[in-house]
């Protein structure tokens, strides 16, 4: 009995991870703005503490579709601590059934990011233990927190057709940002792909003059200046596209875990996208100047 005393519930748990998970977002944006992108075209890791790029990608990013199906199935994911009486179960009675299109949703953006998009990549550049770890970390409980939610913690277990236009427009904004995500990461990778004589891709006109090629310890890679669709606005329109596609999410699932992941994902990818906008100036002389780095005409 005392033991059960000194113990909290696992809302308790739930709630104040999910207030440290969106403090830790303005922490952060703040962060990556004073120390830059931790991967990708500004980075050049090498030595002992480094990871083939691809491997590490993959394994940081199915941390999240794992964890939230074990939070959403599991009748008790933390049954560890549980059994140690540190921590009091949620009482579940209800079975959410009609959350589970949301978990779908979510498995099919990681079958995507985690599996399909790091595997069609030309190459990837090396990556440091630290920053896997991190994001295996930060995935970690972003998807507990959204696995549990839909599981347990949220009220709604209506199904998707009695949410009415909230389910409509999310899941639209969702498909969107999605399908623009994939295709503007084709765009790149179409780019990477080119030949040293390459110019532009995207279908608008470039010389050869907008390509520079680097050669590090993760192999070669080759960037060149992107054109059509979304990158006559903005230099990350796939950071741009993935922003609305999680928005759309929270909207459809009104999910106050989702909103917090929107929140990180503006915070993590904002930063990223002013330098990459930024690099691709200093490095182009020709970069188009009306760019943005990911939000047309704003920021």
Not at 94 to 111: A, D, N, R, S, T
Request: aromatic residues 14%; contains cysteine.
């Amino acid at each position: 009995m005392a033991d059960h005393l000194l113990a909290v519930t696992e809302q308790e748990l739930f709630n104040t991870t999910l207030h440290g998970f969106q403090v830790i977002s303005v922490f952060i944006f703040c962060a990556l703005f004073l120390v830059g992108s931790p991967y990708g075209s500004q980075t050049d890791y090498s030595g002992v503490l480094t990871i083939n790029g691809r491997v590490a990608w993959i394994a940081m990013e199915l941390v999240s579709p794992a964890v939230l199906a074990y939070s959403y199935f599991s009748q008790d994911p933390l049954s560890a601590l549980h059994s140690k009486a540190m921590l009091l179960p949620f009482a579940r009675d209800k079975e959410p059934q009609g959350l589970l299109v949301f978990v779908c949703l979510w498995m099919i953006h990681y079958l995507n990011r985690a599996v399909v998009y790091p595997l069609r990549q030309p190459s990837r550049k090396r990556m440091h233990i630290g920053i896997m770890l991190s994001a295996c970390m930060f995935n970690a409980v972003n998807g507990y927190l959204n696995g549990r939610w839909l599981g347990v913690v949220g009220p709604d277990t209506a199904p998707p057709g009695a949410r009415g236009w909230r389910f409509v427009l999310g899941v639209f904004l969702f498909i969107a940002g999605f399908a623009g995500n994939i295709h503007h990461d084709n765009t790149l990778m179409r780019l990477r792909s080119k030949p040293s004589t390459g110019g532009t891709a995207g279908g608008g006109s470039g010389s050869t003059s907008n390509k520079v090629g680097r050669n590090g310890s993760g192999g070669s890679s080759r960037y060149l200046v992107p054109y059509g669709s979304m990158f006559a606005f903005v230099s990350c329109p796939h950071f741009f596209c993935e922003s609305v596609e999680w928005t759309g999410f929270a909207i459809a699932s009104g999910s106050p875990a989702a909103w917090a992941f929107v929140l990180n994902v503006v915070c993590n990818l904002a930063p990223r996208a002013y330098f990459i906008h930024q690099w691709y100036v200093r490095t182009f002389p020709e970069y188009p100047g009306s760019r943005k780095a990911m939000i047309p005409f704003v920021f």
